[in-house]
């Protein structure tokens, strides 16, 4: 396996293709939006610079891992008869990733396994609309991919164990670690991390905290890296969103129902990092953590 293609060039899709390229891989990156291919290579461009400046990697490797990367606007151009993986990792929409898997089924040769990287939503539904679900898997990449380890690879209804081994293989091939899990609403990762969040955003909602109270708790109190609201901002708040949606669907539980403050961020553009504003605000280069001023305490008159 040399030549893969990588669909969707925003937060995942150009760590997915930084990755693969790093590991030698022959990597065409798709993105409807040009604007997006130029930010993604810029943003590979300055992940590698801090690699070597830590002498994590060589100058070289990171010119060979650049020279790996070509980018494309259509499906139609990325793909050739030597592709042998696409990775899907276009936005969290089914209607957006059953289109695209029914576009690049027609379009790819019949050894090509098609991969989606998607956070929830059902491989089995997206391997139905393909004539191939046998070779339709999920490879769940953590976000930053070029520093996570895990790879949740995850089995649709009707999965092959062949592609399923190889997709365990190909991942171990890229320095990290596969847990193969079955496909239900959230997988493994986002069924037990996505109530979590919730959770926070509920306690921010009914007034028990501040954000900054919140994600103190967690950091300090359960050793976790970063707080959920953190986290939350760094995910996407529509990602989270829409996450919660599919298990609010697929599991028919209301304990899954995403907290009203999460669906008015969302409405209103805030969604975190990558607009700028969500829990926290972003400036451009600022590594301080601020609060948002939503959520900033008020000064008594
Ligand atoms: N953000 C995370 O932390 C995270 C973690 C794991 C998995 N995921 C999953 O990865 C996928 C991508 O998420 P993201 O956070 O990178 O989203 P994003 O919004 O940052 O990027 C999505 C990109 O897909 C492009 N796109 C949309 N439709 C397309 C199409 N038809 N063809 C080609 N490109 C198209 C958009 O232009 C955009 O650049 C989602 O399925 C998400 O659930 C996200």
């Known amino acids: 396996m040399k030549h893969i293609v990588v669909i969707g060039s925003g937060t995942m899709g150009n760590g997915i293709a930084h990755t693969f390229a ?25 992940n590698l ?15 060979n891992t650049l020279n790996n990367i070509k980018t494309f606007t259509t499906l139609k151009d990325a793909i050739a008869n030597n592709t042998d993986l696409v990775v899907e990792a276009a936005s969290e929409n089914v209607d957006i990733k059953l289109k695209i898997f029914k576009e690049i089924d027609s379009l790819c040769p019949e050894h090509t396994i098609l991969a989606s990287n998607t956070s929830s939503i059902s491989i089995t539904k997206i391997g139905a609309a393909t004539k191939r679900p046998n070779k339709v898997i999920g490879m769940h990449f953590m976000n930053p991919v070029p520093v996570m380890k895990l790879v949740e ?19 171990k091939s890229l320095n990290k670690i ?23 955003i509920i306690t921010l909602y009914e007034g028990v905290a501040g954000v900054n109270e919140i994600d103190t708790v967690m950091k300090l109190g359960m050793a976790h890296p970063m707080g959920p609201l953190q986290l939350a901002d760094f995910i996407g708040l529509d990602v989270c969103l829409s996450i919660l949606n599919v298990l609010h669907d697929g599991f028919g539980n209301p304990k899954y129902a ?31 953590l601020v609060v948002a001023s939503q959520f900033r305490k008020k000064e008594l008159v």
């Open 22 to 46: 790093q590991y030698g891989f022959n990597v065409a990156l798709v993105d409807i939006s040009q604007d997006a291919l130029n930010k993604a290579l810029a943003t590979i461009g300055k």
């Open 49 to 63: 610079d801090r690699m070597v400046s830590k002498a994590a990697i060589t100058e070289l490797d990171k010119n």
């Open 178 to 200: 596969p847990v193969e899990v079955n496909d239900y609403p959230g997988f493994v990762a986002n069924k037990i991390l996505m109530p979590m969040i919730n959770e926070a």
């Open 258 to 288: 995403p907290c009203p403050l999460l669906v008015n961020m969302v409405n209103a553009g805030h969604l975190g990092v990558k607009s700028g504003s969500g829990f926290y605000s972003y400036t451009h280069g600022s590594k301080d």
């Open 153 to 171: 690879v995850i089995r649709g209804y009707s999965t092959s164990d062949e592609v399923t081994n190889f997709i365990m293989r190909v991942t």
